[in-house]
């Protein structure tokens, strides 16, 4: 049974950083790119970062670029996404995503939600100003 489960959610204050998890179980983590997603109240789910794990390819999205950086421990089947100067507008739903479409993508990375297939429950990340 493939599970993403996320932790290090919080409520933090603006300027702040959190460390957000995602253990993983059930599938060749080796082989499946894993994203990061969050959902704000009355908007969509927007990617976040991703990472491919068969070379490391990473996105970012434009909003967080230079203060998220995600990171994969092979050895524990986990990814972690540390978001330094939180702000405000970061408050959201966090959730984790694994690709089963994508396996072993080389180069490029997806970014899309509707390109991934396993996804976890979401940790909440609120951020006062």
């Known amino acids: 049974e493939v599970q993403l489960v996320e932790s290090g959610g919080g409520l933090v204050q603006a300027g702040e950083s959190l460390r957000l998890s995602c253990a993983t179980s059930?599938?060749?983590?080796?082989?499946?790119?894993i994203g990061w997603f969050r959902q704000a109240p009355g908007k969509e789910r927007e990617g976040v970062a991703c990472?491919?794990?068969?070379?490391?390819?990473?996105f970012y999205a434009d909003s967080v670029k230079d203060r998220v950086t995600i990171s994969s421990d092979d050895a524990n089947n986990t990814v972690y996404l540390q978001m330094n100067d939180l702000r405000p507008e970061d408050t959201a739903v966090y959730y984790c995503?694994?690709?089963?479409?994508?396996?072993?993508?080389?180069?490029?990375?997806?970014?899309?939600?509707?390109?991934?297939?396993?996804w976890g429950q979401g940790t909440q990340v609120t951020v006062s100003s």
């Open positions: 059930g599938f060749a983590f080796d082989d499946y790119p």
């Open positions: 995503a694994a690709s089963s479409t994508y396996t072993r993508a080389w180069h490029w990375v997806p970014r899309a939600p509707h390109e991934y297939d396993y």
């Open positions: 990472i491919t794990n068969t070379d490391g390819t990473t």
